[in-house]
């Protein structure tokens, strides 16, 4: 296929699915990561997909970065925007400091990853901006204002962005899981999550995170070349709007 993918956060869980399920389609992958060597090295061992670090909330980081794929790989044909963290907390005590950051990785971040490859990709008349939201972005959730409040945003970025985009050849579409089976979720207790999480769930399990990347799939390939500032909800049935 020749295309080249960008994943941001693309080393670990759904990222890491991710990126692996474009690679075994035929991109050229690059994944981005945040702070854990270690693990991004094993990522690389395990899987050949290089791996780049560096902060999705600092724009001069992202712009260095991205230059630095496109002489690696060649210009970015598809981004995948899925980098995000959690500082989780009830409003009357969330600190600023708990919201900024989550407003810099998950929204800003999104703007900062997309901007540099857009003007390529109007040029080449050829583009796929695929962000990773969340149910919370949704139907919000408690303690997590900042969350909710990013992933919403990045509801709102994309169905402005894919008007720009449209004619252009670029779609740019949101994926929004609920519950998906990742090493983060493994941390519940299992009463918690027989009793609490899965009642909620109507198909009654976790999403599997080779579900969401074959979401990403489609939206990345020319098939999908119709659909464009669009929401997919991959939530078991958990929230429908």
Same mark, same amino acid.
């Given at each position: 296929m020749g295309r080249v993918a960008l994943v941001t956060g693309g080393s670990r869980g759904i990222g890491a699915a991710? +990126? $692996?399920a474009l690679k075994d389609a035929g991109y050229a992958v690059a994944a981005t990561y945040a702070g &854990?060597?270690?693990k991004a090295a094993a990522f690389t061992a395990e899987t050949g997909i290089k791996t780049y670090k560096w902060d999705v909330g600092n724009y001069e980081a992202c712009a260095a970065g991205i230059a630095q794929v496109e002489a690696d790989l060649g210009p970015v044909d598809v981004l995948v925007n899925n980098a995000g963290i959690t500082r989780d907390a009830p409003f009357h005590k969330m600190t600023p400091q708990q919201w900024q950051e989550v407003i810099d990785t998950n929204l800003s971040g999104v703007f900062n990853? $997309?901007?540099p490859v857009w003007p390529g990709m109007r040029e080449r008349k050829f583009g796929r901006i695929i962000t990773i939201s969340s149910i919370n972005g949704q /139907? #919000?959730?408690f303690a997590q204002a &900042?969350? %909710? @409040? @990013? /992933?919403a945003g990045d509801i709102g970025f994309t169905k402005a962005l894919a008007q720009e985009g449209a004619r252009a050849g670029i779609t740019v579409n949101v994926i929004a899981p609920g519950y998906i089976n990742t090493e983060m979720m493994s941390t519940i207790p299992e009463k918690v999550m027989n009793e609490v999480i899965l009642p909620q769930i109507p198909v009654g399990r976790l999403g599997e995170a080779s579900e969401i990347a074959r979401a990403v799939l489609f939206l %990345? +390939?020319?098939d999908a070349g119709f659909v464009t500032g669009s929401t997919i909800s991959a &939530? #078991? #049935?958990q929230y429908m709007c």
């Open positions: 991710i +990126s $692996t &854990n060597d270690e990853m $997309t901007h /139907k #919000g959730q &900042n969350y %909710a @409040a @990013a /992933k %990345a +390939s020319d &939530n #078991g #049935g």
